[in-house]
């Protein structure tokens, strides 16, 4: 907590009084008139009331003029009460639109920010206890904007102002009563309030994982229903949200106790300041309007100091809940651009691996010494079994992360050197696993390239073979795919992915295993599609099936993180290595299936016989 005090202000200041928006500094400068003013007619309020009492002491009823000033004071009592509020309501609404802008900037920032860290940050998050962070953090700048500004600073401004008038007109003792009463609250308030800020820091992680399990579950929804596992889903929810339970009937209770000695405290102030208002009253020393002025201070300053303690919480409760959120931001980012990196000028699209040595963890390296090259134009296929390092040779040529070693060179340029954008921008992928977004097949495809036009995005997925799905589609483009694309089949969502990277139009296309996860008959369909893509493209494929590479211009095998063989497909065969092994048992794995499935055709042709 020490060190999110101390970028608090880092944080918050900067964006409640920015530079580069001189109309909310005006809004500012404006708030804060509008608050002075409040607290300068409110402190007046209980003068107009004492004297309005005092005139009626008199024993004014018979006298029409005295009446009528007796009026004129409640008049005034009324116009400066609602003065006081009504300034106060102004500053709110003017100060509305600066804590709104905060709060977006400050959420835009955390949102940019995660989109710019690793992917090794993203592997490793829990995508459900992130959005709840992001979403408290919100929250809690919001609290924290509204009461400091607006409610800590004004109510310690109005104690101020109402012990001045106490000491000035009926002396020290009520002054030093009142501030003893305020320095035992505060005291009390403090000292609870960090005695309960655990158990809210113990309501939020319980919380952050009861939506972690929630969110994970539902995700996996398809998963959980193979496995009849609701119960045991249930029982995982219910044990996260059972310990938030606790946590929160802690912090309920706690609160309890401090509002009950909050209000012990102001009770004995409250009693000792009557006391001697009322003896000021039998010794003629103060007038039955002085002990209503007095009576209406405390009120006046209890209030707002009952207030000062709620808002304190408040502030408590959002720090904590803005700690999570303040630690993203200090996350680093793993891979930054270099200062004033230059733009990625990809003509060519020639691709050079140099020596390339890269490690996840540094106890288990995973390319050790890896070099090819990819003429422009070309294509280049590397396989090898599962762990080889196929799939990390796209995330480095993404720079997805750096390499440890060696260097990694578009048309002559060091990736490094350049800027992570324009080099993600000279490249297309076809993944393996295709994720879309919850949105129609229209959005996914236009995300290659979001300024396209319809007609160009209509013209890929009829390249992509995706024009007689849509076609059959009710919606058409319109069609919604689903949470991930769940509701198209493998070898859609594949194509919708080919479609995408089709308007893109890169020079570079990466294939990342795109038909491993297809059945034969679907990846044949498939394959005729990726051609398509790569027409004109330089190319590099991590393929799983060797099948789907037999036209490779080379093929690199990989084997424990180093190239093993290298060559065209029907030389590596006449090698006997590693490559014809793995083409041995895909064909004997081929065969088998094929057989299977017309044997499954021939039962099924017999049963409806």
């Avoid at 002075?36 to 009492?53: E, R, S």
């Avoid at 952050?208 to 959980?224: G, H, K, P």
């Avoid at 059945?519 to 893509?533: C, K, M, P, V």
Wanted: hydrophobic share 45%; with cysteine.
């Amino acid at each position: 907590m020490t060190d999110l005090k101390k970028s608090l202000p880092a944080l918050l200041i900067p964006r409640l009084w920015p530079a580069e928006r001189p109309d909310l500094r005006r809004r500012v400068v404006i708030a804060f008139g509008f608050l002075l003013l409040a607290k300068l007619i409110n402190v007046a309020v209980p003068y107009f009331f004492k004297q309005a009492v005092d005139l009626l002491d008199r024993g004014v009823s018979a006298n029409q003029l005295a009446i009528g000033a007796v009026l004129g004071m409640v008049l005034a009592y009324g116009i400066a009460r609602m003065l006081a509020q009504g300034f106060g309501e102004l500053r709110d609404a003017v100060f509305a639109k600066v804590a709104q802008a905060a709060i977006r900037n400050l959420a835009l920032e955390t949102f940019n920010h995660l989109h710019a860290l690793s992917l090794r940050f993203h592997l490793e998050r829990q995508t459900g206890g992130l959005s709840r962070v992001i979403e408290r953090g919100t929250k809690g700048i919001q609290f924290v904007l509204q009461f400091m500004t607006f409610n800590i600073v004004p109510t310690l401004v109005e104690i101020g102002l109402v012990g001045g008038v106490l000491w000035w007109l009926y002396g020290w003792t009520f002054a030093t009563i009142t501030v003893a009463t305020i320095g035992g609250y505060i005291a009390y308030t403090l000292a609870i309030t960090e005695w309960r800020t655990k158990y809210r820091r113990q309501m939020n992680d319980e919380d952050q994982r009861a939506n972690t399990r929630a969110i994970d579950s539902l995700l996996n929804y398809e998963t959980v229903k193979y496995f009849t596992n609701e119960l045991h889903e249930a029982h995982r929810f219910d044990d996260a949200m059972m310990r938030y339970e606790k946590a929160a009937v802690k912090s309920q209770t706690s609160l309890a106790y401090l509002n009950l000695g909050q209000g012990a405290i102001i009770a004995i102030g409250l009693i000792g300041v009557m006391s001697l208002a009322v003896l000021g009253v039998r010794d003629g020393t103060m007038t039955l309007g002085d002990l209503v002025m007095v009576n209406a201070y405390l009120i006046q300053l209890y209030l707002p100091l009952n207030f000062l303690g709620f808002a304190y919480r408040e502030i408590k409760q959002g720090l904590v809940d803005m700690e999570a959120m303040f630690k993203l931001l200090g996350v680093p980012q793993e891979v930054q651009d270099k200062p004033a990196a230059p733009a990625l000028v990809c003509q060519q699209g020639e691709i050079v691996f140099d020596e390339v040595r890269f490690a996840y963890d540094p106890r288990r390296e995973i390319l050790a010494g890896v070099s090819f090259r990819i003429a422009p134009g070309r294509k280049v296929a590397v396989v090898g079994a599962s762990g080889a390092g196929k799939s990390t040779l796209s995330r480095l040529l993404y720079r997805f992360y750096d390499i440890g070693s060696g260097s990694i060179r578009i048309d002559g340029q060091d990736i490094r050197e350049v800027s992570q954008l324009s080099l993600r921008r000279c490249i297309g992928i076809v993944p393996q696993d295709t994720v879309l977004f919850n949105d129609t097949i229209l959005y996914n495809i236009r995300y290659g390239r979001v300024e396209a036009r319809d007609a160009e995005v209509s013209e890929a997925a009829r390249l992509a073979q995706l024009d007689h799905l849509i076609a059959r589609l009710p919606d058409g483009m319109q069609t919604m795919v689903g949470e991930r694309g769940l509701k198209l089949s493998g070898g859609e969502k594949q194509r919708v992915a080919i479609a995408r990277a089709l308007l893109k139009n890169p020079k570079i296309m990466v294939f990342d295993e795109a038909t491993s996860a297809l059945d034969t008959h679907t990846e044949r369909e498939i394959q005729s599609a990726l051609a398509r893509a790569a027409e004109g493209c330089t190319t590099l494929v991590i393929a799983h099936r060797l099948s789907t590479v037999v036209d490779a211009d080379e093929i690199i095998v990989l084997d424990q993180g180093r190239i093993a063989e290298r060559g065209r497909h029907h030389a590596l065969l006449a090698q006997q290595g590693l490559y014809a092994a793995l083409w041995q048992k895909q064909q004997e794995a081929r065969a088998l299936e094929e057989k299977a499935g017309g044997e499954t055709v021939a039962v099924l042709s017999a049963a409806g016989d």
